[in-house]
Nanobody, 115 residues
Framework: QVQLVESGGGLVQPGGSLRLSCAAP????????MGWYRQRPGKQRELVAT???????NYADSAKGRFTISRDNAKNTVALQMNSLKPEDTADYYC?????????WGQGTQVTVSS
């Protein structure tokens, strides 16, 4: 079965940076747009950023100007560089295709931004 694996989360202070990474099977990665999603405490999962197979990107308003999504087609990975982190960014972060496939959700990686 398809399994997406996220890594790179951690605890940072406001203004800090983290780089998240997601690994996907080549059969999925090579033909799909990918996205990063997050679930903040008490909230539903939401879209953070997307990137097409041609590297066209889109960002949620909350992420624009601070986060950068990228993909490495040779490694079948998608990254999310997060700068200028805010307490509101505290969440579990997940990768998936865009649009999502429910069976692809992995365990996520936790990002905590202290105040």
């Amino acid at each position: 079965q398809v399994q997406l694996v996220e890594s790179g989360g951690g605890l940072v202070q406001p203004g800090g940076s983290l780089r998240l990474s997601c690994a996907a099977p080549a059969s999925i990665f090579s033909i799909r747009a990918m996205g990063w999603y997050r679930q903040r405490p008490g909230k539903q999962r939401e879209l953070v950023a997307t990137i097409t197979s041609g590297s066209s990107t889109n960002y949620a308003d909350s992420a624009k100007g601070r986060f950068t999504i990228s993909r490495d087609n040779a490694k079948n990975t998608v990254a999310l560089q997060m700068n200028s982190l805010k307490p509101e960014d505290t969440a579990d972060y997940y990768c998936n295709t865009d649009p999502v496939q429910s069976d692809y959700w992995g365990q996520g990686t936790q990002v905590t931004v202290s105040s």
